[in-house]
């Protein structure tokens, strides 16, 4: 697709079950970033991929929060034992560089209701 | 303190007025971006700079790297604007972005 795709859209899911979101980035895109956003807040940063690397996730509030993008494309960012908190928008964003120099694009989001 | 403030927080004008939305930094940055996201969610990066002006038809996009400052004009606007502007910045890969500016554009 021409943009960074995410899926699914909407989640719901009780709590204490493991989600997986998918991020399918621009293809070509070496850059790839979750952000998670609460209502009437910025996005926040999660996570960083160069290519297949993770080198950044200082941002994931938590070991229950876990990412990978194992061939330098598609990324999972996976959440286990989902908590009532983890309820967010959770984007995802590439960039053919590294965003200091470039062009951020952002997917859709993902819309994670925990209940 | 955010890192990244923005002000006015809320922001309501009726059509045709001249809009500016302000944003302060205190991290260092390499460059500045103006995200814009739209009432169903959707985000649009509408400018990312790292030292004077940028110009998109009715958008414009200031920076002053000695303050620390940018903001983003709105000229003409239209109720089509209507929507959450959010400004962020870093260096190298890690973006900081603050909490966002409502617009609202009255016909």
């Known amino acids: 697709g021409a943009g960074v795709s995410q899926s699914p859209r909407y989640k719901v899911t009780k709590r204490g079950q493991d989600v997986a979101l998918r991020c399918d980035p621009i293809?070509?895109?070496?850059?790839l970033y979750w952000y998670r956003q609460a209502l009437g807040q910025g996005p926040e940063f999660l996570t960083y991929?160069?290519?297949?690397?993770?080198?950044?996730k200082s941002g994931l509030p938590n070991d229950r929060f876990s990412a990978e993008r194992p061939e330098g494309s598609i990324s999972t960012l996976t959440i286990q034992r989902t908590e009532q908190r983890d309820s967010a928008m959770y984007r995802c964003?590439?960039?053919?560089?590294?965003?200091?120099?470039?062009?951020?694009?952002f997917g859709q989001g993902t819309r994670l209701t925990v209940v | 303190k955010n890192e990244v403030e923005q002000s006015p927080q809320n922001l309501t004008a009726q059509e045709g007025e001249f809009i500016t939305i302000n944003c302060s930094y205190s991290?260092?940055?390499?460059?500045l971006h103006w995200l814009q996201q739209h009432p169903g969610g959707g985000i649009v990066s509408l400018f990312m700079l790292s030292s004077g002006k940028k110009k998109h038809g009715r958008l414009i996009a200031t920076i002053n790297i000695q303050e620390k400052h940018s903001s983003l004009h709105i000229t003409a606007s239209h109720p089509r604007d209507s929507a959450v502007y959010i400004c962020?910045?870093?260096?190298?890969?890690?973006?900081?972005f603050g909490k966002g500016t409502l617009l609202t554009v009255n016909p």
């Open positions: 962020g910045g870093g260096s190298n890969y890690k973006l900081t």
């Open positions: 964003a590439s960039s053919p560089g590294g965003p200091a120099n470039t062009e951020a694009f």
């Open positions: 991929f160069n290519y297949e690397a993770q080198q950044d």
């Open positions: 293809s070509g895109h070496v850059s």
């Open positions: 991290v260092g940055i390499s460059a």
